[in-house]
């Protein structure tokens, strides 16, 4: 498993100036060990690392859309797999830490939910089964790696199938606040470009993302399989 394995999200409800309750804070690289204590240390007063909420972006171009099966790839405490579940999506959420597979198991547990909890990384695991929607919200890898991912998605997708993702853009370092300082794990719309050109880009665009009085840039990414 490579120990390396970046996810995203926010550990602020009301926003400042690392993160809101729709994005993420700062650099997620590290051991899945160091982010098993983390997500404990956050379990322990019931409390999340990111939001309970679902990212804005994801839920804005999902929203209306007839539920099906779907797949959130490096889900962290399952914030996106939830808000799926919670509109009828069959949900597979896959995440390197064990410990935040197992909350995100319990929330679904308590809002009586269906939801398929994988603890894997998400560069070596791969969907047993097509689906018609992957969400990837901050899944912080080099380029080649994050292409690589983005390839095994298509592959895992039915006919007319969609990959919605949102990443950090690089442009942030320059013209945003907070996020990543490592600019080897932001992305780019012409390296996103890139990476789906296999399949029908929908939206791959810039967008801001309010953070307190100032904004984050991301990077969105809608693309589908013929």
């Known amino acids: 498993m490579n120990p390396k394995h970046r996810h995203g999200g926010t550990n602020s409800t009301n926003g400042s100036a690392n993160g809101t309750a729709n994005g993420p804070v700062g650099d997620r ?7 098993d204590a983390r997500y404990a240390e956050a379990a322990k007063s019931d409390s999340s690392v990111w939001s309970f909420e679902p990212n804005a972006f994801v839920a804005s171009i999902l929203d209306g859309f007839a539920p099906g099966s779907a797949i959130d790839l490096a889900c962290g405490e399952g914030r996106n797999a939830l808000w799926l579940a919670q509109r009828g999506w069959e949900v597979t959420a896959v995440d390197f830490s064990r410990v935040a597979v197992e909350t995100g198991r ?67 370092l320059e013209r945003g606040v907070g996020g990543p300082q490592n600019s080897a794990v932001l992305t780019s719309v012409d390296s996103l470009r890139a990476a789906a050109a296999d399949l029908e880009i929908e939206r791959c665009e810039q967008v801001q993302r309010p953070v307190g009085d100032a904004f984050a840039i991301d990077t969105v990414l809608v693309a589908r399989r013929a």
């Not at 690289?29 to 982010?35: E, H, R």
């Not at 319990?106 to 603890?119: H, K, M, N, T």
């Not at 080649?144 to 690089?170: F, K, N, Q």
Request: hydrophobic share 50%.
């Open 29 to 35: 690289s590290g051991s899945s060990s160091a982010w």
């Open 106 to 172: 319990a929330r679904a547990d308590r809002l009586g939910l269906e939801v398929d909890w994988i603890a894997a990384d998400v560069t070596d695991w791969s969907s047993p089964g097509l689906v018609d929607l992957i969400v990837i919200a901050y899944l912080q890898l080099p380029a080649a790696e994050l292409a690589s991912v983005i390839a095994s998605c298509a592959g895992s997708l039915e006919p007319d199938g969609l990959i919605v993702l949102v990443a950090h853009d690089l442009d942030n």
